[in-house]
Structures are given as C-alpha cells and as structure tokens.
C-alpha cells in the first residue's frame, strides 16, 4: 500500500496483491459486481477497477454505480508526497453525509484505523441498501 498527496488528493493505493483482499474486505461486488478496489481518494471516495481495466470514483457510502465518476488514477510508479500526519489513518464522518452528517472537521469527524474502516463502510453500504430496499421509491 502506498499512501500520500497527489496534487490536491490525498490518495491510499493498494498494491496489486493487495486488491483482491481489500475489495473482499469492502465486499465490493455486493455494490459494484465485476469492479474491485484499487485505493481511496480523499478518504471518502473509493477508486475503483471495472474489467477492462478503466478507473472510477465512487463514494465509500452509499456504494452505488449512479455514482461512478471516471477518474485517471495514477500508475503504479506515481510518486505521492508522503504525510506522516495521516499516514494509517482514514477521515471518517460517524453520520455518512448520506444520512444527513455534517462532513465538516467538528463532532462528525474521527480519524480511524484500516480496519474500522472497512467495518465502518460495510456497516453503511448494509444500511443504505436495507433502508432504499424497504422503500423503492425513495431517492438519494
């Protein structure tokens, strides 16, 4: 894993050992079958693979295609300028902006490690498909 700024976005990038665990540990394919993750954009957007090979943006939550921008992500020789600040950690809203959190630094904001993140976004994902299943007719 390599983590750090690339220009204005603080990116993690998974190694490509790395991809299969991490969309597993995300359990993308129950959001975005057929695309896996290759790292986090800005701590809120995951990056993420379709099978022919082409890069998207996506929030972590609600994990859901209407919301795959392409994005350009760097190869695997980029430099990312290091920042010991963050390094090991994720900026993480307790309140998903989804469910109406503030995304702002305050209250809403908590640093956590990689694993709580993945608890945290699988929790989320689990909750947004539930409550969107439970009334089909609501939008986002």
Same mark, same amino acid.
């Given at each position: 894993?390599? !983590?750090?700024?690339?220009?204005?976005?603080?990116?993690?990038?998974?190694?490509?050992?790395?991809?299969?665990?991490?969309?597993?540990?995300?359990?993308?394919?129950?959001?975005?079958?057929?695309? !896996?993750?290759?790292?986090?954009?800005?701590?809120?957007? $995951?990056?993420?693979?379709?099978?022919?090979?082409?890069?998207?943006?996506?929030?972590?939550?609600?994990?859901?295609?209407?919301?795959? !921008?392409?994005?350009?992500?760097?190869?695997?020789?980029?430099?990312?300028?290091?920042?010991?600040? $963050?390094?090991?950690?994720?900026?993480?809203?307790?309140?998903?902006?989804? $469910?109406?959190?503030?995304?702002?630094?305050? !209250?809403?904001?908590?640093?956590?490690?990689?694993?709580?993140?993945?608890?945290?976004?699988? $929790?989320?994902?689990?909750?947004?498909?539930?409550?969107?299943?439970?009334?089909?007719?609501?939008?986002?």
């Amino acid at each position: 894993m390599r !983590e750090g700024w690339y220009g204005d976005d603080y990116l993690i990038l998974f190694d490509e050992s790395e991809i299969g665990g991490a969309s597993d540990r995300f359990a993308i394919s129950e959001s975005l079958a057929d695309y !896996e993750v290759v790292g986090l954009r800005g701590w809120s957007d $995951f990056i993420v693979r379709d099978g022919s090979g082409q890069t998207y943006s996506v929030p972590t939550v609600p994990l859901t295609s209407q919301y795959l !921008e392409p994005f350009c992500a760097p190869t695997q020789g980029a430099a990312l300028k290091s920042d010991p600040r $963050f390094a090991g950690k994720i900026n993480w809203c307790v309140q998903p902006v989804v $469910f109406g959190g503030n995304p702002r630094l305050g !209250e809403n904001i908590i640093w956590v490690d990689h694993s709580r993140h993945s608890q945290l976004v699988l $929790f989320w994902n689990r909750k947004y498909r539930e409550l969107k299943g439970n009334n089909p007719n609501k939008t986002d």
